[in-house]
Nanobody, 122 residues
């Protein structure tokens, strides 16, 4: 059974930083695109960052560009999301996923993580 396990969420003040991690078990995803989604209360889930298997290509939605950095360690089957300058509107459940491509539009998800809560207080 493939599992994606996120960690690193929590409560932080506005302007602070968090680093999310997503570890894949049971198989390697070194040849796949991966990404981070988030879903805020009352809103649809949104793919906010993606990364190609070689890390040569990354994409971000405008709302996180310049503040968030997606990276991956294929040797350890781990995906990261470094989040800086956090804002209250970043509050959401963040989930990692294995994707069909790095496109942020109409993503096709092969596997989901269970999600981790990030809460940013003002």
């Amino acid at each position: 059974q493939v599992q994606l396990v996120e960690s690193g969420g929590g409560l932080v003040q506005a302007g602070g930083s968090l680093r999310l991690a997503c570890i894949a078990t049971e198989r390697t995803f070194s040849g796949d695109a991966m990404g981070w989604f988030r879903q805020a209360p009352g809103k649809e889930r949104e793919l906010i960052a993606s990364i190609y298997w070689s890390a040569a290509s990354t994409k971000y939605v405008d709302s996180v560009k310049g503040r968030f950095t997606i990276s991956r360690d294929n040797a350890n089957n781990t995906l990261y999301l470094q989040m800086n300058s956090l804002k209250p509107e970043d509050t959401a459940v963040y989930s990692c996923a294995v994707l069909n491509s790095v496109s942020l539009t109409n993503p096709i998800v092969h596997y989901w993580g269970q999600g981790t809560q990030v809460t940013v207080s003002s």
